[in-house]
């Protein structure tokens, strides 16, 4: 408490599983905030299944959500995950809740991603970034910065993409390496987007682009550990691939954003002006873009080199 700077006179810690007694203590001491972790253990003695097993979840949350409302009282309800990020046991327990949020980060890195997965009063789009540090974690103002603070300069297959989430415009690194397989079936491992997506970028760039990719290894990172959801980054991708296939090094004052199609034409995305505001905001010169953005709003960036791209055939010629 005294690394952290917590008065600890304000906080009550309880060690307890049994629904009837936590709720008996909530009725004496009547707190503003409680913080149950975790969810999973608790128990009521009323009833003789497991703790964990979908009809305890069900009743000791409903319980402890019924109560916490009556009192205007916040609740965290903190539960387990599995190793492939999800809520362990019953999903009930997402359906009780009104916001559902998640931590993303990994022992070896020294920040953390809150995300929302579920939000009754807000948009389920939006993200926190956090650096843990000796006195607990802090927020971290300019994520962009701290995802690009290493980022090599002259290595090829390395790029800049504007991702949003929600209304935060987030610019991250994309590494690809590309090298010759001596596998009868090469890899394609993606880390921080979806594999799926990589593999049909990579199908799109050999059959539209013309370059021979099919007894290649292909591997993709997020540098930093971010996970991306959104197709904007596709056309960032595809100029990492080249970039690494070709070992053309990309210019780094350079930033990528749009969605590629199957016939490797390059669409527009949304909130096109808030990405080029946070790359002209951290100094970069320069915008691989969709030809309609760069239609569109070009002249309200004058400083920048605004490049629309219509094809995927066309990036080859600029990089």
């Known amino acids: 408490a005294s690394r952290l700077g917590v008065r600890t006179d304000q906080i009550l810690f309880l060690s307890e599983t049994s629904l009837e007694a936590i709720l008996a203590h909530i009725e004496k001491i009547d707190p503003k905030i409680l913080i149950l972790d975790s969810v999973q253990t608790i128990h009521s003695e009323e009833m003789e299944s497991q703790p964990g097993s979908v009809g305890q979840l069900r009743e000791c949350s409903n319980a402890i959500i019924a109560t916490c409302k009556s009192r205007n009282m916040a609740s965290f309800l903190v539960g387990h995950v599995t190793k492939e990020g999800s809520i362990a046991g019953p999903k009930v327990l997402e359906h009780m809740v009104d916001v559902v949020l998640y931590f993303e980060g990994t022992s070896a890195q020294n920040f953390r ?44 297959g390395s790029v800049i993409v504007a991702s949003v989430e929600g209304t935060r415009p987030i610019l991250v690194e994309v590494q690809a390496l590309v090298s010759h397989s001596a596998l009868a079936m090469p890899r394609r491992t993606a880390l921080g987007i979806d594999q799926n997506r990589l593999c049909l970028l990579v199908a799109i760039l050999e059959k539209r682009g013309g370059y021979r990719l099919y007894d290649q290894d292909v591997y993709l990172n997020i540098a930093g550990g971010l996970r991306i959801q959104e197709t904007a980054t596709d056309l960032g991708v595809v100029a990492a691939l080249i970039s690494s296939e070709t070992g053309k090094t990309i210019n780094p004052k350079t930033v990528f954003f749009g969605e590629v199609g199957l016939g490797g034409e390059v669409r527009s995305v949304p909130k096109a002006a808030i990405r080029l505001k946070e790359a002209q905001r951290i100094g970069l010169k320069q915008a691989f873009v969709p030809m309609k953005v760069a239609k569109e709003i070009s002249k309200e960036f004058p400083q920048m080199d605004i490049i629309g791209i219509e094809h995927v055939r066309q990036l080859n010629q600029h990089l």
């Open 113 to 156: 991603i809150l995300r929302s997965n579920k939000n009754r009063f807000g948009s389920t789009h939006e993200i926190g970034v956090f650096e843990m540090g000796s006195d607990g974690m802090r927020q971290v103002a300019n994520p962009s910065e701290l995802f690009l603070s290493e980022r090599p300069q002259t290595i090829p």
